[in-house]
């Protein structure tokens, strides 16, 4: 047996940071992730970095932002030149094990352009981690294991997401209220945590390192019973937007973009080929009922992981950190998913659990200090006592779990958003912009958010007045030096944090020099 601890960094895919019930959302039911933030650290004003999933999750397992990291769409390569949080756990002597997916793709250099690697979308596991369970979007072992039990797929995956024939649904629940196929014990959900539970066993007294990747509350928008029915749309309140589609693509192109390209369901059900902005109130309601039952689906797994960890004596001992890639706009604006500005596309939970005796005064606190995605990496290495590397954007959070505050803690967070579509053009040819001027960068602080667009015109919401962002100040004269000030930080920003791997170093006749 060992002394070091353990790791377990769980990250849910489109969990967005407002659907906690210990923070009061009334739909949400959270009560072992509420369990494990009376005993842990939660960061309530924590952002994500970028969307969608692929470039959030390296800026979270790389601590950088997408303007340094660069892999901003889906199916974009990763430069391998760039370390992450497993590649630096290894220094340490840990074998970072990945459960789920981490959306990396490899960077096509020296590889063989028939390498199959090549060939599959987005699918790639980041360098680094071993893979005792990956389970990438065509989630293939899950899929084979319910075929196995009997289940006729034909289609995998594809099949899987299909309602429950005969299904008898009420005349006041919607569409998405038809169960799944499947019983919520062999959900994929369920299946991945089965999966990682028995490879706890055999390292109850082993050191390890896991990143635990749930793929709910992801679409599409089913879920198994009882999780179907565990909210009554009745109870769900209806979405903030304007009276009308046109009318809330006023507030700019991007937006107007987006209503217009989201009409069809995509993975929200593709076994439904609805109109999404032109779904009834009932259908909406039902949508968000379906989604926090997706998350009460998966708070329950992850309650089977904590209790697991305390029943093996591993809970004093292990690091636990709960958070998301990014978040879900829930209909909002006429909207669904997470390619838009709006904060509740980048606001995320982020809990964490430190075992040590130093952080039990702490226990419960709750953060409302502004925290970044890229800040776990750096915490992670900080708390192993290793060298945070100097291509990390983010800053340790490691104080505030002792229940310090850090000196000149940042004021505002940051993020950004690239938008294009190399393949189809289609965002290039609707706004008559080109690729690279396909990108946004936010700043968002106690009071205002700016965003600023390469080739667009930019935006400015007055979160305290405005928390719902349906109101864009950024041509209103009385708000002209508010927006350039906030213009001017970002700037700043950007110009202070650009990839500065060796900028601190320098080579003379005295040899190597490192500003640390």
């Known amino acids: 047996m060992t002394d070091r601890p353990n790791i377990l960094l769980i990250c849910a895919d489109q969990w967005r940071g407002d659907c906690i019930s210990a923070l009061g959302h009334p739909n949400a039911r959270t009560p072992n992730l509420d369990a494990l933030m009376a005993d842990a650290v939660t960061f309530t004003r924590h952002f994500g970095q970028c969307t969608p999933c692929g470039p959030s999750r390296t800026s979270l397992l790389t601590g950088q932002y997408l303007m340094n990291h660069r892999s901003g769409r889906n199916g974009t390569p990763l430069d391998r030149r760039h370390t992450n949080i497993a590649l630096e756990a290894r220094k340490a002597g840990y074998d970072p094990a990945l459960f789920g997916y981490t959306d990396t793709t490899p960077d096509p250099r020296g590889l063989h352009p028939n390498d199959p690697a090549l060939t599959a979308y987005d699918e790639g596991v980041m360098p680094g981690f071993s893979t005792p369970l990956h389970l990438p979007e065509d989630m293939d072992q899950w899929v084979a294991d319910l075929i196995a039990k009997g289940y006729d797929l034909p289609a995998g995956r594809h099949d899987v997401f299909r309602p429950r024939p005969g299904f008898e649904k009420p005349a006041d629940r919607g569409f998405r209220y038809i169960p799944t ?15 990682f539970l028995k490879w706890l066993l055999v390292r109850r007294d082993k050191p390890w390192f896991a990143h635990f990747v749930f793929y709910r509350p992801h679409p599409p928008l089913i879920a198994p019973e009882p999780y179907n029915g565990l909210v009554h749309p009745a109870d769900v309140e209806f979405p903030v937007r304007a009276a009308s589609p046109a009318e809330a693509g006023e507030q700019h192109p991007l937006l107007n973009y987006a209503i217009g390209t989201l009409r069809q369901p995509s993975t929200y059900d593709e076994h439904n080929p609805q109109d999404l902005v032109a779904a009834d109130e009932l259908e909406i309601r039902q949508m968000r009922a379906t989604y926090y039952g997706l998350i009460a689906e998966v708070d329950a797994q992850l309650g089977r992981i904590i209790q697991h960890l305390k029943d093996t004596g591993q809970y004093e001992r292990t690091l636990i950190i709960v958070t998301s890639d990014h978040g879900e706009v829930l209909g909002e604006h006429y909207v669904w998913g997470k390619e838009i500005y709006f904060d509740a596309a980048f606001h995320l939970p982020l809990v964490i659990r430190d075992p040590r005796p130093a952080a039990d005064a702490a226990r419960g606190r709750r953060i409302a200090a502004f925290t970044q995605a ?17 291509s990390c954007d983010g800053a340790s959070l490691t104080p505030f779990l002792r229940g310090e505050t850090p000196p000149d803690w940042r004021n505002a967070v940051y993020f950004e958003h690239d938008f294009r ?16 001027q396909c990108a946004y960068a936010a700043i968002r602080d106690d009071r205002f958010k700016y965003v600023h667009f390469a080739a667009l015109p930019p935006l400015l919401f007055d979160i305290a007045n405005d928390p719902h962002e349906q109101v864009n100040l950024a ?22 944090s650009g990839e500065r791997e060796l900028t601190n170093m320098s080579v003379g006749a005295g040899g190597l020099f490192v500003r640390k």
């Open 374 to 390: 890229i800040d776990v990496m750096p915490t992670v290495l900080d708390w192993l006592g290793l060298e945070v590397p100097r």
């Open 475 to 496: 041509n209103d004269p009385a708000y002209t030096e508010v927006a350039l000030d906030y213009a001017r930080r970002m700037l700043d920003w950007r110009l202070s």
């Open 181 to 195: 196929l499947f019983k919520a014990e062999e959900s994929e959900t369920a299946f991945l945590t089965d999966e």
């Open 421 to 436: 579509d190399v393949r189809t053009q289609k965002p290039e040819t609707a706004l008559g912009i080109a690729s690279d």
